[in-house]
């Protein structure tokens, strides 16, 4: 593992866990693809972009499968951009596990950006973003797989307060939730291209058209719920 703490350096010691790194882009840009970088309890305020590789990172809960370690391990964006960016053709070896994504405000994707990439995102708390299209995430001619999200509480200024998928994206998503989420236009919970939605919950979100989501694909649902959604 690489190791990541709010009580790091600047210059941290890859793989030796008395050496943290001070910060999670500090630790991208040590690592090389096929690398691990675990992320200790704590408020990392900064935004972060794959650049490319193909890396695992997540919190304690990699190595506990603790849950609480979800929302105590935070990156917060600062309103300064998106928290999250893959934009490089990162693969689904290029993973996201087990934090809070929080407090990121850009045009696309407050949250999670993702274009031209196939990450694989889990056991995330997705909350409290904001953009003009896909509040929590945006994905764009991407194929992802989603496990275990809970998508709430972000907003988008246009379409998919929750998430936004189009041009040709391809969701798998699995067992999560997407609530309390708004867009001043269309689709509350999200805006949603092809895909397969398995057990996900779409509740309490609103938009102008389409409280739940909005969609212009074809996706399949199995097993979900859509409930107390307004428009």
Request: hydrophobic share 35%; net charge negative.
């Amino acid at each position: 593992f690489i190791y990541v703490s709010t009580e790091g350096s600047d210059v941290g010691s890859v793989g030796v866990e008395s050496s943290p790194f001070k910060t999670i882009q500090a630790a991208i840009d040590y690592s090389l693809t096929g690398d691990s970088i675990l992320v200790n309890p704590g408020t990392y305020v900064e935004n972060i972009n794959y650049n490319g590789k193909d890396i695992v990172i997540g919190s304690l809960f990699l190595t506990t499968q603790d849950t609480s370690y979800i929302e105590s391990t935070v990156i917060d964006g600062n309103e300064q951009g998106s928290v999250v960016t893959f934009q490089n053709e990162e693969t689904l070896s290029a993973e996201l596990s087990g934090l809070t994504i929080q407090n990121g405000a850009a045009d696309n994707g407050g949250g999670i950006f993702v274009q031209g990439s196939s990450p694989t995102l889990t056991y995330l708390l997705v909350k409290d973003n904001q953009a003009l299209e896909g509040g929590g995430l945006y994905i764009h001619s991407s194929a992802l797989l989603l496990e275990n999200l809970t998508i709430s509480s972000n907003v988008s200024y246009t379409r998919a307060g929750g998430m936004m998928a189009w041009q040709d994206s391809y969701l798998t998503m699995k067992n999560s939730i997407i609530r309390d989420n708004s867009a001043a236009t269309w689709g509350g919970g999200g805006w949603l291209n092809q895909g397969s939605y398995q057990a996900v919950k779409f509740i309490s979100n609103n938009a102008n058209r389409g409280g739940g989501f909005g969609t212009e694909g074809i996706p399949e649902f199995i097993n979900c719920l859509v409930r107390g959604n307004e428009a």
